[in-house]
């Protein structure tokens, strides 16, 4: 809640209560003393009816998907009823407009509620950054009717956003982990060796000559050529050390670092479900969790989860993922790649690092 003062209503007041204190100071009588009170009464009377006005006042906001994707426009309804006695003049709604676009709602626009009345505000509607974070309407801010000072206020029901992140392909250009390090483990379902393997299969159309197994189609009476063994994979791990910071301490900064968080690690989990690659991500969602993506399926699970899945249950949860991270970076395991993902960097390309 903050209160701003208005200057020239405030000294207006003054010289009015000047003007009455001195008025019934000289001649007394009940006029005299009922212009003062009345002016005294000014203040406490227009906060009570603020007071009452807010308590009445409902305000309920919705968006026309359940989940919606960074930079995507959708549907905002926003609808004020006034359910008191007492109507309500001129009152002003400020936005989320550090976080969210509203094209067809203005920051500071005005809204006037007869007794019982309803109104409706629409716009479309578009998140800037990845995450789960409060949008549309935040403040409303009601002004004494002699404009003395006004009470802005945060409004009773706020409305939460899930913003998924969007699909990049940032990670194939910095993440080529087949020339990172060595491969062994698992096997690519897609990818194969250039080089012909041991198994065979019938000779085909526009297959090279080069790739003819002649013992193999002279025991058989028939052609048969070698075809390449499945494109050997290493174990691949990513670790992402999301930061912990409370609900209400999540500023824009918080946002944009978020965002930039979500939309590369989904960006890896692509890289990899795209070629239908294992790939175990460790994250925290509440408890630390692990879940493996294989497929495009299992891609798009993972996908629906992390956009409000990030967050942490307990201290012990925190200082555990800070544990494995300490540990991955340390270690050089046989056969297993590590990627960590740094939410809190400390520099613009400081924030993945490859173990393994």
């Given at each position: 809640?903050?209160?701003?003062?208005?200057?020239?209503?405030?000294?207006?007041?003054?010289?009015?209560?000047?003007?009455?204190?001195?008025?019934?100071?000289?001649?007394?009588?009940?006029?005299?003393?009922?212009?003062?009170?009345?002016?005294?009464?000014?203040?406490?009377?227009?906060?009570?009816?603020?007071?009452?006005?807010?308590?009445?006042?409902?305000?309920?906001?919705?968006?026309?998907?359940?989940?919606?994707?960074?930079?995507?426009?959708?549907?905002?309804?926003?609808?004020?009823?006034?359910?008191?006695?007492?109507?309500?003049?001129?009152?002003?709604?400020?936005?989320?407009?550090?976080?969210?676009?509203?094209?067809?709602?203005?920051?500071?626009?005005?809204?006037?509620?007869?007794?019982?009345?309803?109104?409706?505000?629409?716009?479309?509607?578009?998140?800037?950054?990845?995450?789960?974070?409060?949008?549309?309407?935040?403040?409303?801010?009601?002004?004494?009717?002699?404009?003395?000072?006004?009470?802005?206020?945060?409004?009773?029901?706020?409305?939460?956003?899930?913003?998924?992140?969007?699909?990049?392909?940032?990670?194939?250009?910095?993440?080529?982990i087949e020339n990172i390090v060595n491969n062994s483990g698992f096997k690519s379902d897609r990818l194969y060796e250039d080089i012909p393997g041991s198994d065979v299969r019938?000779?085909?159309?526009?297959?090279?000559?080069?790739?003819?197994?002649?013992?193999?189609?002279?025991?058989?009476?028939?052609?048969?050529?070698?075809?390449?063994?499945?494109?050997?994979?290493?174990?691949?791990?990513?670790?992402?050390?999301?930061?912990?910071?409370?609900?209400?301490?999540?500023?824009?900064?918080?946002?944009?670092?978020?965002?930039?968080?979500?939309?590369?690690?989904?960006?890896?989990?692509?890289?990899?479900?795209?070629?239908?690659?294992?790939?175990?991500?460790?994250?925290?969602?509440?408890?630390?969790?692990?879940?493996?993506?294989?497929?495009?399926?299992?891609?798009?699970?993972?996908?629906?989860?992390?956009?409000?899945?990030?967050?942490?249950?307990?201290?012990?949860?925190?200082?555990?993922?800070?544990?494995?991270?300490?540990?991955?970076?340390?270690?050089?395991?046989?056969?297993?790649?590590?990627?960590?993902?740094?939410?809190?960097?400390?520099?613009?390309?400081?924030?993945?690092?490859?173990?393994?």
């Open positions: 809640m903050k209160i701003k003062i208005h200057r020239v209503g405030l000294i207006l007041y003054l010289i009015e209560l000047g003007g009455s204190l001195t008025f019934s100071s000289f001649y007394g009588g009940p006029v005299s003393y009922a212009l003062l009170y009345g002016v005294l009464l000014i203040i406490p009377i227009s906060i009570i009816y603020i007071v009452v006005n807010y308590h009445f006042l409902r305000i309920y906001q919705e968006i026309e998907v359940h989940k919606l994707t960074k930079g995507e426009e959708h549907r905002f309804r926003a609808s004020f009823d006034n359910a008191g006695i007492l109507p309500i003049h001129r009152m002003k709604i400020f936005l989320y407009s550090d976080r969210c676009n509203l094209f067809d709602i203005a920051d500071g626009q005005e809204i006037s509620l007869s007794i019982f009345e309803k109104k409706e505000l629409t716009s479309i509607i578009s998140c800037r950054y990845a995450g789960a974070y409060y949008v549309g309407i935040e403040k409303v801010a009601f002004t004494d009717p002699f404009g003395i000072f006004t009470l802005q206020i945060d409004i009773p029901y706020s409305f939460r956003a899930i913003v998924s992140p969007r699909i990049t392909h940032d990670a194939d250009r910095i993440l080529d019938p000779y085909q159309k526009g297959d090279s000559y080069r790739q003819i197994n002649w013992k193999v189609s002279a025991r058989l009476n028939d052609l048969y050529v070698r075809i390449p063994d499945r494109m050997e994979k290493r174990t691949v791990s990513i670790l992402m050390q999301a930061v912990d910071v409370k609900e209400i301490d999540q500023d824009i900064e918080f946002l944009k670092q978020r965002d930039q968080f979500l939309e590369f690690a989904v960006s890896i989990a692509w890289h990899f479900g795209e070629q239908m690659v294992p790939v175990k991500i460790i994250y925290p969602s509440g408890k630390i969790t692990e879940y493996v993506v294989d497929s495009y399926d299992s891609f798009l699970e993972f996908y629906n989860l992390v956009a409000d899945g990030i967050f942490y249950s307990s201290d012990e949860d925190y200082n555990k993922l800070q544990s494995m991270t300490l540990e991955a970076a340390s270690n050089d395991r046989a056969g297993e790649t590590c990627i960590i993902i740094r939410e809190d960097r400390c520099k613009e390309d400081d924030y993945y690092l490859v173990c393994g």
